[in-house]
């Protein structure tokens, strides 16, 4: 049995007081449940924050991490940084990332590298298109996604690993994929691990993200293949979050 994992993925969407309001929000309400909470606050608030949740049960995740371990990359952030501020995971190959910052497959492969090899836990986000979904060619673009990491980074190394499926489709668009369109590309997503490692496949937590809300997570947490959520909207509200949390005790 996977343990279940629920991820807020804040974004560029706080500034530094309403990052606390929300984090107190979550440490006041959070209830006891056997299943993990991440928050992916924006890089600058990860110190205090790391700080505010350090006798919690909730983790502190990173939105990106760098694909070098130190040097001249303006602008990026190590996993060794990360690692400093208590940062357990970051997500690597958003959709955001690959679309608005020409996050190739090969760059996400290389962040992959670094967090594994920096001792955080890397969230490999996989998504489609529309047009790639309504032109069939959606199964492949996840799988190219997918293996070109396993390619860089070796099947046993997501044995410490998490992926994510997040149609562009239905990120902040109010669009959900059906229960079972989402199965089906978690189904797809673990055969493809299993082809490499049936141990990982049996191990790895595969998230779901667009447009989770309340009131849809249930019954995309009851699939087989859904081992849980990755949070954008939804997230920014302690209240919205926690409910979505709370989805994993059936
Ligand atoms: C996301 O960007 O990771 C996401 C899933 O966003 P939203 O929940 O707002 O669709």
């Not at 994992?5 to 209830?31: F, H, Q």
């Not at 940084?81 to 996050?103: N, P, T, W």
């Amino acid at each position: 049995m996977r343990r279940g994992l629920a991820i807020g993925n804040w974004k560029m969407n706080v500034d530094r007081s309403s990052a606390m309001v929300l984090v107190n929000a979550i440490v006041a309400k959070i209830p006891e449940i056997n299943a993990d909470l991440v928050i992916c606050p924006p890089y600058l608030y990860i110190p205090e924050i790391s700080e505010k949740i350090a006798n919690t049960s909730i983790i502190c995740g990173a939105q990106n991490v760098a694909a070098h371990s130190t040097g001249a990359y303006t602008g990026e952030i190590s996993a060794a940084m990360l690692k400093e501020f208590d940062c357990k995971y970051a997500i690597v190959g958003h959709s955001e990332r690959r679309q608005f910052y020409a996050d190739t497959n090969l760059a996400v492969a290389e962040r992959f590298c670094q967090a594994i090899s920096g001792g955080i836990i890397p969230i490999l986000s996989t998504s489609e298109t529309l047009e790639e979904r309504e032109n069939g060619t959606a199964f492949d673009v996840i799988a190219e996604q997918i293996n070109t990491v396993i390619d860089k980074a070796g099947i046993e190394s997501f044995m410490n690993a998490v992926i994510s499926y997040e149609p562009l489709w239905a990120i902040g668009t109010g669009k959900t994929a059906t229960d079972q369109q989402a199965q089906d590309v978690h189904y797809f997503i673990r055969q493809l691990i299993a082809s490499k490692s049936q141990k990982v496949a049996d191990k790895i937590q595969i998230l779901y993200g667009g447009s989770v809300k309340p009131e849809n997570a249930q019954k995309l947490l009851a699939m087989p293949d859904i081992d849980g959520v990755l949070v954008g909207g939804a997230s920014l509200n302690a209240d919205s979050f926690l409910k979505i949390y709370s989805s994993f005790q059936k």
